[in-house]
């Protein structure tokens, strides 16, 4: 089976955050104003969330100390941020006792925080833990107002998937793919599935509809492999087995093709 990391998904919710701080940042000489106090909590964590979005440990502390400093006037809502930023800090730090503590903790402050959720969502899910994990998103996917939750049902298929619920990952793949028609990432992995249950029209077409919105991968061209020779497309094979060859010689996926060869 293949082994999927989030850290790209997770990426992209922290530099969603990041991008909030850009008109917050004057370049302005003139002296500027004191923040209230609320202001400024909002400030120190938008700025700590886009230092956690470039890799930026140090500064990312920095502001989340600072926020840190008004948590007796946050909100149970602004004290969930915090506890998020902690937690993502400290998983970059493989801290992970420590961010797990602190998403829990975010999520217990504010049971509404989305972000907060969908990020422990996927750290469970990248330490293997799939029923844990799909618990948490399938809660996300729920919030209707959530920016995310066409990737919310994506992980939550990723879940179905690695359990063996393969049926259940096809119906959240679709859900996402209805949402956002142009997300590729979940017809790939519905033409795994649709292959392996040996539902060969369906693979091909969830399989077009990836090779039209994203690059080729190993895996989307060993699949390709694969499927053209179930239909007797012997020329159309040898041609995707030689572009995965070429382009990923050291991947897993040439590995098996190689030994394929030897049927």
Request: glycine share 2%.
């Amino acid at each position: 089976m293949t082994t999927i990391t989030l850290s790209r998904f997770l990426l992209v919710t922290i530099l969603t955050s990041a991008v909030l701080v850009s008109g917050c940042v004057s370049t302005s000489s003139k002296p500027r104003q004191a923040l209230d106090p609320e202001a400024a909590y909002q400030q120190h964590i938008k700025l700590a969330m886009k230092y956690i979005g470039t890799k930026n440990r140090d500064l990312a502390r920095v502001h989340l100390q600072k926020a840190a400093q008004f948590d007796s006037r946050a909100t149970r809502t602004q004290m969930s941020q915090l506890h998020n930023g902690y937690a993502l800090l400290y998983q970059m730090e493989q801290e992970m006792v420590l961010a797990e503590s602190h998403y829990r903790k975010a999520i217990a402050r504010d049971k509404t925080d989305s972000m907060a959720r969908y990020n422990f969502s996927a750290f469970l899910f990248n330490q293997g833990r799939f029923k844990e994990s799909l618990k948490e998103m399938a809660l996300v996917s729920e919030d209707l107002s959530y920016e995310r939750r066409p990737q919310a049902f994506y992980i939550v298929g990723l879940c179905h998937s690695k359990l063996e619920q393969q049926n259940q990952a096809l119906e959240s793949f679709e859900k996402a793919t209805q949402l956002t028609p142009r997300f590729a990432a979940p017809y790939l992995e519905a033409a795994e599935i649709y292959f392996a249950q040996k539902r060969y029209p369906r693979a091909k077409n969830a399989l077009d509809q990836y090779a039209f919105l994203a690059r080729s991968t190993a895996k989307s061209l060993w699949l390709a492999v694969r499927l053209e020779d179930r239909f007797g497309n012997r020329d159309a094979a040898s041609s995707q087995g030689l572009q995965l060859k070429n382009l990923f010689p050291y991947s897993k996926e040439n590995l098996e093709y190689q030994e394929w060869l030897k049927r």
